[in-house]
């Protein structure tokens, strides 16, 4: 079995920044994509961003330039440094890792942007 835990969320004011994290742990193994998702208030959840074992970033247009993920492949985690954060950012924000075609979701972290 494999758990996911986010950290990081909070409220911020436009314009602000949040660094999320995300640990995975269990049986982990081989090259796997991690990446982060997010749902806002009556939205379907959408992609924000994936890096790859090698490091290869996919990012939604609506956060580039703006967002950056990365990871730990030593510590199976993974970041989100999101900047010059917007209202419409506003979501809860759930952390993934695909293993063997799987994915493996944690329970979200809640970034709120609002001044």
């Known amino acids: 079995q494999v758990q996911v835990v986010e950290s990081g969320g909070g409220l911020v004011q436009p314009g602000g920044s949040l660094r999320l994290s995300c640990a995975a742990s269990?049986?982990?193994?081989?090259?796997?994509?991690m990446g982060w998702s997010r749902q806002g208030p009556g939205k379907q959840r959408e992609s924000v961003a994936t890096?790859?074992?090698?490091?290869?970033?996919n990012y939604d247009d609506s956060v580039k330039g703006r967002f950056t993920i990365s990871r730990v492949n030593a510590k199976n985690t993974v970041y989100l440094q999101m900047n010059s954060l917007e209202p419409d950012d506003t979501a809860v924000y759930y952390c993934?890792?695909?293993?063997?075609?799987?994915?493996?979701w944690g329970q979200g972290t809640q970034v709120t942007v609002s001044s």
């Open positions: 993934s890792i695909k293993i063997l075609g799987r994915d493996y």
């Open positions: 890096i790859s074992s090698g490091g290869t970033t």
């Open positions: 269990g049986r982990i193994f081989g090259n796997y994509f």
